[in-house]
């Protein structure tokens, strides 16, 4: 028999449930430009962060920039229907920005109104990575298929790659021209890693930039002129080499050299500010946080004399946050976990 607390909790779930699956986010946005930070962690195990993917919201487009390991279960905590992407980015084909491939390619396969494969634009070697991914999902998707016919379409369960070129250097190159949305993508900084391209997205005259990983950039600068929204990796010097020590001094020592080797293809928080304040950038969230936060305190830590070196608003990105530029001006910022959900 079950007991009180149960039927309790099954009749509000019960009562709740429609306007969960209801619920619509983005009808709520307005025209704009919306940049939503999907995953604004790193590889490190994060309780607070998840691996880096963004979305890009221009009118009824939705665009995802990388996804990491939990992409797909955070776009549904945030209540956005995975059958609304219309495509997907990739910076470069690091683990962390691309484990999620599968899943988010999965939730929106299943969607309702989905009726075409999911295109994943690259530079060169995107055809590689999903030409791997369609081949490991192959017998998942005849399991889904022959279990859900004719309710799923085979035609569109695998993934569909485009390449494109990296631009020469100092250049960028328009990737993606739709709908008044202008996606162009420049080469970043993130080496031994290659090649490794950010983007820029401009609509209704507003435009964001998304920093993929990288040192301070000169390139980058150029490419967040006058940007709205420059949204830029970072790291902390001085937290990451005492997590790097503690495991050095633990006995991991290969570890500690995989942490300590970190430090020289990421930007610091004051670099990232540096690059901001000289683009002209409106406003800076920063991202891809290394190493993790635990505790309140440490946020002044890693962000070190970021705010001095930078005009505008600076935020330290968390995951859900939401940040509007309506074509009339201004940004909102909000957070879209737990609305409706």
């Known amino acids: 028999m079950p007991s009180l607390r149960s039927r309790i909790a099954l009749a509000l779930i019960k009562k709740k449930l429609p306007e969960i699956v209801a619920a619509d986010p983005l009808a709520e946005l307005g025209d704009g430009l919306h940049i939503a930070i999907v995953g604004s962690g790193s590889p490190l195990p994060d309780a607070k962060r998840g691996n880096p993917c963004t979305l890009v919201i221009a009118g009824d487009k939705v665009i995802v920039v990388d996804a990491g390991e939990g992409a797909s279960e955070t776009i549904n905590r945030m209540g956005i229907d995975a059958g609304l992407i219309d495509c997907l980015l990739l910076t470069h084909f690091h683990s962390d920005h691309i484990g999620g491939l599968g899943s988010v390619n999965l939730q929106r396969w299943v969607a309702e109104g989905s009726d075409s494969p999911m295109r994943v634009l690259g530079p060169p070697g995107v055809e590689k990575v999903i030409a791997g991914y369609n081949e490991a999902y192959e017998l998942d998707r005849g399991y889904r298929v022959e279990h859900h016919k004719p309710d799923v379409d085979p035609a569109i369960g695998a993934m569909v790659a485009v390449e494109f070129p990296v631009p020469a250097a100092g250049e960028s190159d328009v990737v993606l021209e739709e709908d008044g949305l202008v996606v162009t993508a420049f080469e970043v900084d993130h080496s031994p890693v290659g090649p490794v391209v950010g983007f820029r997205f401009d609509y209704k005259g507003r435009s964001a930039v998304i920093s993929a990983d990288t040192v301070y950039s000169e390139n980058l600068v150029r490419a967040s002129k006058n940007t709205d929204l420059l949204v830029h990796d970072a790291l ?82 968390s995951d859900g946050d939401l940040y509007s530029l309506p074509p009339a001006g201004g940004l909102k910022r909000s957070n879209l976990i737990g609305r409706g959900r």
Request: net charge negative; aromatic share 4%; proline share 7%.
């Open 236 to 317: 902390s010097e001085e937290l990451l080499m005492m997590v790097s020590q503690a495991q050095t001094d633990a006995g991991n020592k290969a570890r500690g050299k995989i942490l300590a080797d970190v430090l020289d293809y990421h930007a610091t928080a004051p670099q990232a500010a540096d690059a901001a304040q000289k683009a002209g950038a409106k406003a800076l969230a920063i991202t891809h946080i290394v190493p993790p936060l635990p505790l309140k305190g440490l946020e002044d830590v890693f962000l070190a004399d970021a705010p001095d070196r930078f005009d505008g608003p600076l935020w330290l990105a």
